[in-house]
């Protein structure tokens, strides 16, 4: 599937079970775009809050994500893969319902993973992602 992006394929193959969940397999990024690997970032604000739950840090994460991909004229639709870790099994519904509703189809490639922990106890979403963009 090509994306609105003429540099981009989303990449589901007939010959493998469809995703699990809103993302796709792989994503072909061509040859002339810039691209941006954001370190992972944490559900914290610009007030240092940590809010206590899941959903609210994950979408402090992707604003977090977005601040840094408007700082080089990006926005989330360039966004072609997401690395997320929540800190319990309970966490992961309510980042993929923050994630699905930002990132329609075709939805980027994604991993989702449980994890033991992070640096600061309160942190229960950890997002990093890598965007993409043709050259203008």
Do not use: W
């Not at 969940?21 to 559900?43: E, I, K, N, P, W």
């Amino acid at each position: 599937m090509t994306d609105r992006v003429s540099n981009l394929d989303h990449l589901v193959p007939e010959t493998m079970p469809a995703p699990f969940a809103a993302y796709s397999h792989g994503v072909v990024v061509r040859t002339g775009s810039d691209m941006v690997f954001c370190s992972g970032q944490l559900g914290i604000g610009p007030d240092a809050h940590v809010p206590e739950d899941a959903a609210a840090q994950a979408e402090l994460c992707f604003e977090n994500v977005r601040s840094i991909l408007t700082a080089c004229g990006m926005s989330l639709a360039d966004v072609v893969r997401i690395n997320a870790f929540v800190t319990d099994r309970a966490h992961m519904r309510p980042y993929m319902n923050v994630r699905d509703r930002l990132f329609p189809q075709p939805a980027p490639a994604s991993t989702l993973m449980i994890v033991s922990g992070f640096t600061r106890e309160e942190f229960k979403v950890e997002v990093e992602v890598v965007a993409a963009r043709a050259n203008r």
